[in-house]
């Protein structure tokens, strides 16, 4: 069975920085791209960022490019999210999400992602 368990989030202040992982197993796939969502109440689900399965290609949303780093290290089967520079509309959950189907790309659509971690809570004071 597939699981994607994540670590990180909580409080940070606007400005500040903050880093989540996403640490996927129990599969039986050679390779997988990543994705990271957030959804602040109220709001849709929202793409932030994703990676191929060789980090080759990596994909930003518009309102956080230029200040989060999504990387990968796949003997650890991790990936991260480094939040920079961090505003208070960063508020939401996050969610990690994997989809099997890709290898070098990785896609912004949220409905890609068979399967998804449970999803953690950043807050940013401001």
């Known amino acids: 069975q597939v699981q994607v368990v994540q670590a990180g989030g909580g409080l940070v202040q606007a400005g500040g920085s903050l880093t989540l992982s996403c640490t996927v197993s129990?599969?039986?796939?050679?390779?997988?791209?990543t994705g990271w969502f957030r959804q602040a109440p109220g709001k849709e689900r929202e793409f932030v960022a994703a990676i191929g399965w060789t980090a080759q290609h990596t994909y930003y949303g518009d309102s956080v490019k230029g200040r989060f780093n999504i990387s990968r290290d796949n003997s650890k089967t991790t990936a991260w999210l480094q939040m920079n520079s961090v505003k208070p509309e960063a508020t939401a959950i996050y969610f990690c999400?994997?989809?099997?189907?890709?290898?070098?790309?990785?896609?912004?659509?949220?409905?890609?992602?068979?399967?998804w971690g449970e999803g953690t809570q950043v807050t940013v004071s401001s």
């Open positions: 999400a994997v989809d099997f189907t890709k290898r070098y790309a990785a896609s912004y659509a949220y409905g890609a992602y068979a399967n």
């Open positions: 129990g599969h039986g796939f050679s390779s997988y791209a």
